[in-house]
C-alpha cells in the first residue's frame, strides 16, 4: 500500500515585493553605515580634542617651566650684578684712597722738587758765569775782536754782492717772464680772434642753410597743397559727373515708365473697346435688354477703371517713392562729398598749421640753439678776457710786489749803513789793554 504526500509550496513573491525588501536592505545597510560613521566621527573628535587638551597642557607646562627659569636666571644674575657693583665700589674706594697722598708724601715730593730746582738754577748760575767770562774775553782780546770785525766785513760784502745779483737775476727773470707773458697773451688774442671769426663764420653758414632748408620746406608744402587742391577738384568734378549720370538715368527711366504708362494706357483702352464691343455682341446675341446691358456694362467699365486706377496710382505712388529715394540718395551723395571736402580741408588745414608749427619750433630750436652758443661764445669770451685781466692784475702785483721789495730791501740796506754809520760815528774810544800787574782774567 502507498501513500503519497503533496508538498506545498509557498508562492514566490512578485518583483514588487522584491524591489522593496531588497531597498530595505540596502536602507538598513546605509543606515548601519551611518551610525557606524558618526560613532568614528564622535571618537576622532574626542581623540582631537583630548590631543588637544595635551598639547595645550604639555605647552603650559613647558611655560611654567621656562618661567620659573627665567626668574631662576634673573635672580642669579641680579645676584652677581650686585656682588659685581659691590666689588666695584669697593675697588673704587680703594683707589680713591690709594691716590690720596699723605703729609709725609707730599713733604718728601716737594724736598725733591726743591733739590732739583737749586741742582738746575746751579747749573744755570754756572753757565750763565761761564757764558761771561767768554764774552768778557772777546771783548779785551784785540785779536780776535781785529778778526771778527774783518769777518763780519766780509759777510757783510759778501751778502750785499749776493743780494744785488740776486735782484739782478730777479731782474730779469721777471722781464723775461713780462715779455713771454705778453707774447703768450698776443698769441691767445689772436687765436680768440681766429676763432671767433670762424665760430661766427659757421653760425652764418647754420643760419643761412636753415633759412635755405625752410624755403625748400615751404616749396614743399605749397606744391603739396597744390597737388592736394587739384586731387579735390578731380574728385568733385568726378563725383558732379556721377550725379549727372544718375540724374540723366533717372531721368531716362521715368520717360521710359511714363512712355510704358501711356502705352499701356492705348492697350488697356483698346481691350476696354475690344471688351465692350465683345459685350455688345453677347448682349446683342442674346437679346439682353438695353437697360441691364447698360448697367452690366457700367459695371463692367466701372470693375475695369477701378482696377486701371488702383495700377495707375500704385505707379505713381512706385515713381514719387523712387523719385525720392533717387533725391534722397543724391542728398546723401552731396552731403558726403561735402562732408569729405570739410574732411579734406580740415585735413590740409591740419597739415598746415603742423607743417607751420614744425617750422616754427625749428626756427624756435635754431633761435634758441644760436642764442645758446651766443651765450657760451660770450661767456667763453668774458672767461678768457677776465684770465686776461686777472693775469695782468697778477702781473701788475707781482711787478709792484718785487719793486716793494725791493724799495724794502734798498731802504733795509740804507738802515743797516746808516746804523753803521752812526755806530762808527758814536763808537766809544778805543780803550787801552796793557799790561797791568794783576792778572785781568782771575
Same mark, same amino acid.
Given at each position: &500500500?502507498?501513500?503519497?504526500?503533496?508538498?506545498?509550496?509557498?508562492?514566490?513573491?512578485?518583483?514588487?515585493?522584491?524591489?522593496?525588501?531588497?531597498?530595505?536592505?540596502?536602507?538598513?545597510?546605509?543606515?548601519?553605515?551611518?551610525?557606524?560613521?558618526?560613532?568614528?566621527?564622535?571618537?576622532?573628535?574626542?581623540?582631537?580634542?583630548?590631543?588637544?587638551?595635551?598639547?595645550? *597642557?604639555?605647552?603650559?607646562?613647558?611655560?611654567?617651566?621656562?618661567?620659573?627659569?627665567?626668574?631662576?636666571?634673573?635672580?642669579?644674575?641680579?645676584? /652677581?650684578?650686585?656682588?659685581?657693583?659691590?666689588?666695584?665700589?669697593?675697588? &673704587?674706594?680703594?683707589?680713591?684712597?690709594?691716590?690720596?697722598?699723605?703729609?709725609?708724601?707730599?713733604?718728601?715730593?716737594?724736598?725733591?722738587?726743591?733739590?732739583?730746582?737749586?741742582?738746575?738754577? /746751579?747749573?744755570?748760575?754756572?753757565?750763565?758765569?761761564?757764558?761771561?767770562?767768554?764774552?768778557?774775553?772777546?771783548?779785551?782780546?784785540?785779536?780776535?775782536?781785529?778778526?771778527?770785525? =774783518?769777518?763780519?766785513?766780509?759777510?757783510?760784502?759778501?751778502?750785499?754782492?749776493?743780494?744785488?745779483? *740776486?735782484?739782478? =737775476?730777479?731782474?730779469?727773470?721777471?722781464?723775461?717772464?713780462?715779455?713771454?707773458?705778453?707774447?703768450?697773451?698776443?698769441?691767445?688774442? @689772436?687765436?680768440?680772434?681766429?676763432?671767433?671769426?670762424?665760430?661766427?663764420? =659757421? #653760425?652764418?653758414?647754420?643760419?643761412?642753410? =636753415?633759412?635755405?632748408?625752410?624755403?625748400?620746406?615751404?616749396?614743399?608744402?605749397?606744391?603739396?597743397?597744390?597737388?592736394?587742391?587739384?586731387?579735390?577738384?578731380?574728385?568733385?568734378?568726378?563725383?558732379?559727373?556721377?550725379?549727372?549720370?544718375?540724374?540723366?538715368?533717372? &531721368?531716362?527711366? @521715368?520717360?521710359?515708365?511714363?512712355?510704358?504708362?501711356?502705352?499701356?494706357?492705348?492697350?488697356?483702352?483698346?481691350?476696354?473697346?475690344?471688351?465692350?464691343?465683345?459685350?455688345?455682341?453677347?448682349?446683342?446675341?442674346?437679346?439682353?435688354?438695353?437697360?441691364?446691358?447698360?448697367?452690366?456694362?457700367?459695371?463692367?467699365?466701372?470693375?475695369?477703371?477701378?482696377?486701371?486706377? #488702383?495700377?495707375?496710382?500704385?505707379? &505713381? #505712388?512706385?515713381?514719387?517713392?523712387? *523719385?525720392?529715394?533717387?533725391?534722397?540718395?543724391?542728398?546723401?551723395?552731396?552731403?558726403?562729398?561735402?562732408?569729405?571736402?570739410?574732411?579734406?580741408?580740415?585735413?590740409?588745414?591740419?597739415?598746415?598749421?603742423?607743417?607751420?608749427?614744425?617750422?616754427?619750433?625749428?626756427?624756435?630750436?635754431?633761435?634758441?640753439?644760436?642764442?645758446?652758443?651766443?651765450?657760451?661764445?660770450?661767456?667763453?669770451?668774458?672767461?678768457?678776457?677776465?684770465?686776461?685781466?686777472?693775469?695782468?692784475?697778477?702781473?701788475?702785483?707781482?711787478? @709792484?710786489?718785487?719793486?716793494?721789495?725791493?724799495?724794502?730791501?734798498?731802504?733795509?740796506?740804507?738802515?743797516?749803513?746808516?746804523?753803521?754809520?752812526?755806530?762808527?760815528?758814536?763808537?766809544?774810544?778805543?780803550?787801552?789793554?796793557?799790561?797791568?800787574?794783576?792778572?785781568?782774567?782771575?
Amino acid at each position: &500500500m502507498t501513500f503519497g504526500f503533496v508538498v506545498q509550496r509557498k508562492p514566490a513573491p512578485d518583483a514588487r515585493v522584491l524591489k522593496i525588501r531588497d531597498y530595505e536592505d540596502k536602507l538598513y545597510a546605509m543606515q548601519q553605515g551611518v551610525q557606524e560613521q558618526h560613532k568614528l566621527s564622535a571618537v576622532a573628535d574626542w581623540e582631537h580634542k583630548t590631543d588637544s587638551r595635551i598639547k595645550a *597642557l604639555n605647552v603650559t607646562k613647558r611655560f611654567e617651566v621656562l618661567k620659573d627659569r627665567r626668574q631662576a636666571d634673573i635672580g642669579r644674575r641680579q645676584h /652677581e650684578l650686585a656682588d659685581k657693583l659691590a666689588n666695584e665700589e669697593f675697588a &673704587m674706594q680703594q683707589e680713591l684712597l690709594s691716590s690720596q697722598t699723605t703729609p709725609e708724601q707730599r713733604r718728601a715730593e716737594l724736598t725733591a722738587r726743591a733739590r732739583t730746582l737749586a741742582a738746575r738754577r /746751579e747749573a744755570e748760575r754756572q753757565k750763565l758765569a761761564a757764558d761771561l767770562y767768554e764774552q768778557q774775553f772777546r771783548e779785551n782780546c784785540d785779536l780776535l775782536r781785529g778778526k771778527e770785525y =774783518a769777518e763780519d766785513k766780509r759777510r757783510a760784502r759778501e751778502q750785499y754782492e749776493a743780494i744785488g745779483k *740776486l735782484l739782478d =737775476a730777479q731782474v730779469a727773470s721777471n722781464s723775461q717772464r713780462n715779455a713771454e707773458e705778453a707774447a703768450q697773451q698776443q698769441q691767445e688774442i @689772436d687765436a680768440l680772434k681766429a676763432r671767433w671769426a670762424a665760430d661766427d663764420e =659757421a #653760425a652764418r653758414q647754420a643760419e643761412d642753410s =636753415a633759412r635755405a632748408r625752410q624755403q625748400q620746406l615751404n616749396l614743399e608744402v605749397k606744391e603739396f597743397n597744390r597737388a592736394k587742391q587739384a586731387e579735390v577738384e578731380r574728385i568733385a568734378a568726378a563725383e558732379q559727373r556721377a550725379d549727372q549720370q544718375l540724374m540723366d538715368a533717372a &531721368m531716362r527711366k @521715368d520717360a521710359q515708365e511714363e512712355a510704358a504708362d501711356k502705352q499701356l494706357k492705348a492697350e488697356r483702352k483698346a481691350e476696354q473697346l475690344r471688351y465692350r464691343k465683345h459685350l455688345e455682341a453677347l448682349l446683342a446675341k442674346e437679346q439682353l435688354e438695353t437697360a441691364e446691358r447698360d448697367s452690366m456694362i457700367e459695371a463692367a467699365l466701372a470693375e475695369q477703371n477701378a482696377t486701371r486706377d #488702383a495700377e495707375l496710382a500704385a505707379r &505713381m #505712388a512706385a515713381r514719387k517713392q523712387l *523719385l525720392l529715394e533717387v533725391t534722397q540718395g543724391q542728398r546723401d551723395q552731396i552731403q558726403q562729398h561735402q562732408q569729405a571736402r570739410q574732411q579734406v580741408a580740415a585735413d590740409n588745414e591740419k597739415l598746415r598749421q603742423l607743417q607751420e608749427a614744425e617750422a616754427a619750433c625749428e626756427a624756435e630750436a635754431v633761435a634758441a640753439a644760436r642764442a645758446v652758443e651766443y651765450r657760451n661764445e660770450l661767456r667763453h669770451r668774458l672767461d678768457i678776457q677776465a684770465q686776461i685781466a686777472a693775469k695782468e692784475q697778477r702781473a701788475v702785483a707781482e711787478t @709792484d710786489q718785487q719793486w716793494e721789495e725791493a724799495r724794502a730791501n734798498a731802504a733795509a740796506e740804507a738802515a743797516y749803513q746808516a746804523k753803521v754809520n752812526a755806530t762808527l760815528s758814536s763808537a766809544a774810544p778805543r780803550q787801552y789793554f796793557g799790561r797791568r800787574k794783576v792778572e785781568w782774567f782771575t
